[in-house]
């Protein structure tokens, strides 16, 4: 459920902006130029600081241009100035609550857990701090909890901790925030289960990751790929919302020469990923064309496509967070469904090669699951699949390329979840080799517990039978596609013609005109001043 506001103790949470922009002054234009700088900050870019110190004389009374500055010098690893531009913050605008959260961070990072209460109050309250306000932005308010509950972790008071963490749940609950609650309920367990932080922290430093390395396909360029069929130039002037006309007429394209044009397209988006990604904003209507492609080849049903798709796997975390955040373990293990689900020996061999990313591969696993929960008559070549993996780690136990304990745990925990009791010995091997990350999977007791017990939940996930179903469920459930206000800044009509005059000069599509509001994408910083993404946050709202 979504609300527009709650009643916590004593004090009213909203999601309006206007509780924030009543009490700094901020008017339409300098809203406009705290989006347009998060954007920056968000992309590190040098030239901000001078922008950022400009805005900061022009508007002295607005601390969040001071944060954002913070933030930047923070995020290019100056570390020395992130601090002292927030001090100077602080002093200068003592009611600013991120400013105080980030010395108290600092702090508690520094384990200086005594400086905490000096920096936000003895009580560890918000209404104490500010007892003028009657209202809070959800920000404010789950920012200031979350650094309480990581003060009361450092401190070991399990009870204050827990009081924190359940308003956190109940306000991540009614504003619909998305916030990940595994590190929190991970904390908490640590702390009930007396261990210390210390011990906490060398449990993980054994977790082992392979450093990713892309593999490289395609050159960089900033030239556009010359397209068999025109209307493949379609896709990138339009968002998900295309016209269902515009697909079907691609659809009804040769198939051959079509399906040279959608590996085009997916190979357009690693040669000039920096072209999209960093000289352009980011824009719904401009970088949805990757998407635009999978769906179609998942709807063409193409053995050979399952390369091309692997081959976007094989790309770096920076190219995968920019291109799909989110998607990578939510919506993409359907799309490998449909192609290659009869063809696990090649899914198999992807999730044996050398420093590729962990989301990536753990995609596979999920792959692996609902083939086994929509053909269980697979049962056995499902489980043989898993057992050939899990040997093959137990045999590379030393190979850092390959080995990956928070991915293993994931096929563990999946194996556990659909009961393959056959599969004991391999998960007992694992576990005692220490090839398993516990703060996802749980320990090897709870395992070989849960492992013989049908789970309280459903594993099954959707699996949709055409390309329009999937087209709707996107725009239904992601946020570029639900939220008001980036709809709102990624409006701006688009069309062909535009898209192939930017291509031919590779210079300057979609700059925002004088006076319009600059885009602001799932990825990037939240203009409110919390620090974290616009995802994760809720301006605008």
């Known amino acids: 459920m979504n609300t527009n506001n709650l009643i916590v103790s004593g ?22 130029k705290l989006v347009e700088m998060s954007v920056k900050v968000q992309k590190k870019k040098n030239s901000a600081i001078k922008e950022l110190n400009d805005l900061i004389k022009k508007y002295p009374f607005v601390p969040q241009f001071k944060n954002f500055l913070s933030m930047l010098y923070d995020m290019q690893g100056n570390h020395f100035m992130a601090n002292e531009v927030n001090r100077r913050l602080v002093s200068l605008h003592p009611e600013y609550l991120f400013g105080r959260l980030t010395l108290a961070n600092i702090a508690i990072a520094n384990e ?4 905490v209460p ?10 104490s701090m500010y007892p003028e306000r009657e209202e809070f932005h959800t920000g404010e308010v789950v920012g200031f909890l979350q650094t309480a509950f990581n003060y009361f972790i450092g401190i070991e008071d399990v009870v204050q901790a827990q009081i924190r963490l359940d308003i956190i749940e109940k306000l991540n609950k009614e504003f619909d925030l998305g916030i990940d609650m595994f590190n929190f309920d991970r904390k908490i367990m640590v702390l009930n289960l007396g261990k210390s932080l210390e011990r906490q922290e060398q449990e993980w430093s054994t977790e ?25 130039n379609e896709l990138y ?5 295309i016209d269902q006309q515009i697909i079907s007429e691609i659809l009804a394209l040769p198939r051959e020469t079509l399906l040279a044009d959608l590996h085009k397209v997916v190979y357009d988006s690693m040669a000039r990923h920096t072209l999209f990604m960093v000289e352009m904003d980011w824009n719904i209507k401009t970088h949805e064309f990757l998407m635009h492609a999978l769906l179609l080849l998942v709807e063409l049903k193409d053995e050979s496509s399952i390369e091309v798709i692997l081959d ?10 920019s291109w799909f955040s989110d998607a990578i373990t939510e919506d993409f293990w359907e799309f490998i469904y449909h192609i290659a689900n009869d063809k696990l020996d090649v899914l198999h061999k992807f999730i044996s090669e050398p420093n590729r990313n962990t989301y990536a591969r753990s995609i596979m696993t999920e792959v692996a699951q609902q083939v086994l929960i929509y053909q ?3 049962r056995t070549e499902v489980i043989d699949w898993y057992k050939s993996i899990f040997e093959e780690w137990i045999e590379n136990e030393d190979d850092d390329s390959i080995i990956d304990t928070e991915l293993i745990a994931f096929f563990v925990s999946d194996a556990v979840n659909v009961n393959m009791i056959e599969l004991k010995p391999q998960i007992i091997q694992l576990f005692e080799l220490g090839l398993v990350a516990k703060g996802v999977s749980g320990s090897l007791e709870s395992c070989l517990k849960d492992i013989n017990r049908p789970s309280t939940y459903s594993k099954r996930k959707d699996v949709f039978a055409s390309i329009s179903e999937r087209y709707k469920y996107l725009t239904s459930t992601w946020f570029s596609y639900t939220d008001d206000d980036i709809q709102k800044y990624n409006n701006k009509d688009i069309d062909v013609d535009e898209v192939n005059e930017y291509n031919n000069q590779h210079l300057e599509m979609l700059v925002p005109p004088q006076g319009e509001k600059p885009k602001v994408g799932r990825n990037d910083a939240c203009p409110c001043g919390s620090g974290k993404k616009y995802k994760k946050c809720c301006l605008g709202k």
Do not use: W
Request: hydrophobic share 30%; charged share 30%.
């Open 112 to 115: 200086e857990y005594e400086k």
């Open 208 to 232: 082992r990751t392979p450093e990713v390395i892309a593999k490289k396909i395609v050159e960089p360029t900033t030239e556009a790929p010359q397209f068999t069929h025109q209307i493949i």
């Open 11 to 32: 004090y009213k949470i909203t999601e309006s902006n206007e509780v924030i922009n009543q009490l700094y002054g901020i008017t339409p234009e300098i809203q406009e």
């Open 118 to 127: 000096e920096i936000l109050c003895e009580a560890m309250e918000l209404k």
């Open 376 to 378: 269980p008559k697979r």
């Open 312 to 321: 976007i796997l094989r790309q770096d975390s920076d190219y995968l967070e």
């Open 237 to 241: 002037c339009n968002d998900l919302n």
